[in-house]
């Protein structure tokens, strides 16, 4: 058995986030300090969440009383001995595997990796004899603008539609076993056959330069168009990047382009783009992001300006933007893709459209501008709520401060506005009057600050009896709207039966646990002085909306006797917002 030393698994321990490898067991929500979700463990079936992570790196489930640090977790979780577990982290974290071999651990499971990489290497020959030997394949290539040497700086090959590497890699003296665990054959009832036939190969190799994987393109229209190695001992699609080991050189002077596919890679890099990297049938995903961090803090990504290349450069940007990159998105004109432009314009043309490429946050703005239209009151109101959202994940107060303007003035909001939503998108709500107790117009303009006060008016009302009862001696009343109405009217029924702790009440007691969730990403430091002027704002806001949807009836109506009756409420409302703003 192999032994680790502790200064290693402290290593593995350290570099390992416990709150990302429990997300994918069980969704957490923050909460404080601590993370909560379902427990994930499967002897343990629950409803309300009672499993606890601390980001600090331990975990505790107070329905099953399990408890540990990140390897106690992967080892319940995934069934895996202390020494497979740290294996597993090490792996997660990308920290090469060093045995302690002065303890008479033994270098097995390393030398088998070896012999992977060894296995992989044989393959990658085997299948670039075929290519020079298969004229239908180099044509193939050829057409597609690949030509000799890309062929070699790849190490392309071709895997023959009758196969041939298993007995290959056999007369070779290569045993079955590490075979089939380099994901290279199959076997089917005794019948071992070659797991890639008839297809373009691209070796997939890791940063050492060790060949991992590989990757299998079709020729004709057959499906699947690509097959990757399955993952194994040695590949690990999540933390791959196709052709990072060349590139990586001139990271340090020069952003990562992500592209999505081997021939993009290829067609950039044969092209003078050395840079360029690919995801490996996988989206880009965290894993991929601390990866990259490592060698730059500069990322293109590349990708068709179809709908599908969107979303994926929407979904891409927030992860690595998450990772604290720099993100620039660059979608091609006119259905191309970076291969079929480079070998239409050329090096200096796309090089030049890399100088355009906008920052993730314009480029999600500017799609959010296009989906919506602005003159639209509904639509403006999905726009910049959408856009706040966006907005507040910036970090940087500067450019957050310009975004704020840019979208005040493309919505023709007023900035306060923009920023007050803002600031409630990003769980930073600030309790400060001049932000909350404005009495701005509501009647042309449903504010969307409107959920920044109800949000922080219901936190406040969350966190204590004392708070709520300040609330109702004010007047205050179920003068919220769709969900958290429902959450107010709850908490009236629990603060009735005696509730002390209703923040935990909610989360563990009741439906309402997303709605709480929210609340408790909320500030509500209101003096309690300033409770009868908040209370007010919320109303003026309410009698605001009214007053709009009254206004919108008004119009559309045709019955002189129905106009007459709303327009006595009109005239109620207006008298009360007066009243309101006056201090009555
Ligand atoms: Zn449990």
Not at 136 to 157: D, N, Q, W
Request: charged share 25%; proline share 4%.
């Amino acid at each position: 058995m192999p032994y680790f030393t502790q200064e290693f698994i402290n290593k593995v321990i350290d570099s390992s986030d416990i709150v990302r490898i429990v997300s994918r067991h069980t969704t957490l929500t923050r909460k404080g300090q601590r993370y909560w979700g379902l427990c994930p463990f499967p002897d343990h079936n629950e409803k309300t969440p009672s499993f606890s992570v601390k980001p600090e790196g331990v975990y505790y489930c107070f329905g099953c009383e399990k408890g540990g640090n990140v390897v106690n977790f992967v080892m319940e979780m995934n069934r895996l001995t202390f020494t497979e577990a740290i294996e597993f982290l090490a792996n997660e974290a990308n920290i090469p595997l060093e045995y302690d071999t002065s303890r008479g651990g033994s270098q097995e499971r390393h030398s088998s990796k070896k012999t992977i990489y060894e296995i992989n290497r044989n393959a990658a020959n085997y299948y670039y004899t075929n290519l020079m030997k298969t004229p239908a394949a180099l044509k193939y290539l050829s057409e597609r603008g690949i030509g000799a040497s890309a062929v070699k700086t790849f190490g392309l090959g071709y895997s023959l539609p009758e196969g041939g590497l298993y007995a290959h890699l056999r007369d070779k003296g290569f045993r079955k076993e590490d075979m089939l665990e380099a994901s290279l054959v199959r076997e089917n009832s005794g019948r071992v056959y070659d797991y890639f036939r008839g297809r373009i190969m691209y070796p997939i190799l890791d940063v050492n330069n060790n060949i991992v994987g590989f990757g299998g393109r079709v020729m004709d229209k057959s499906e699947p168009k690509y097959l990757n190695s399955p993952e194994n001992s040695v590949f690990y699609k999540r933390s791959m990047l196709y052709n990072l080991n060349r590139a990586k050189s001139a990271l340090s002077s020069n952003p990562m382009i992500i592209v999505e596919g081997y021939m993009d890679v290829i067609s950039l890099y044969d092209k003078g783009i050395k840079t360029v990297c690919a995801t490996l049938g996988t989206a880009l995903g965290e894993k991929h992001a601390s990866i990259i961090k490592r060698y730059t803090d500069n990322v293109i990504l590349c990708y068709d300006g179809d709908s599908p290349g969107k979303k994926a450069a929407l979904r891409g940007s927030s992860i690595l933007e998450n990772e604290g990159l720099n993100v620039k998105v660059l979608l091609l004109p006119d259905d191309h893709d970076p291969d079929s432009y480079i070998r239409a314009y050329g090096t200096k043309a796309f090089i030049d459209r890399v100088a355009e490429a906008k920052y993730a946050t314009d480029f999600k703005l500017d799609e959010l501008f296009l989906k919506y239209d602005v003159s639209d009151v509904n639509d403006r109101a999905r726009l910049l709520s959408e856009a706040a959202e966006t907005v507040s994940q910036v970090r940087d107060e500067v450019k957050w401060d310009y975004y704020a303007q840019q979208l005040s003035q493309r919505t023709d909001t007023p900035l306060s506005t923009v920023r007050n939503l803002i600031y409630t998108k990003g769980g930073r709500s600030t309790a400060s009057p001049e932000n909350l107790a404005s009495g701005s117009a509501p009647k042309e303009n449903p504010s969307p600050a409107y959920s920044a006060k109800e949000l922080t008016m219901l936190r406040y009302i969350m966190d204590s009896r004392d708070n709520y009862l300040r609330f109702t001696e004010a007047g205050g009343a179920n003068f919220f709207t769709g969900e958290m109405a429902d959450l107010y009217e709850e908490m009236e029924k629990l603060y009735a039966q005696g509730c002390v702790d209703m923040e935990k009440e909610l989360i563990y007691n009741t439906e309402l646990v997303r709605q709480a969730a929210l609340l408790s990403t909320v500030e509500a430091d209101i003096p309690a002085g300033d409770v009868p002027r908040y209370v007010n704002s919320l109303l003026a806001d309410m009698y605001g909306e009214k007053l709009r949807q009254i206004k919108k009836q008004i119009d559309d109506v045709n019955s002189t006797k129905d106009k007459t009756v709303l327009i006595q409420e009109q005239r109620y409302l207006k008298q009360k917002l007066i009243e309101l703003k006056s201090g009555v």
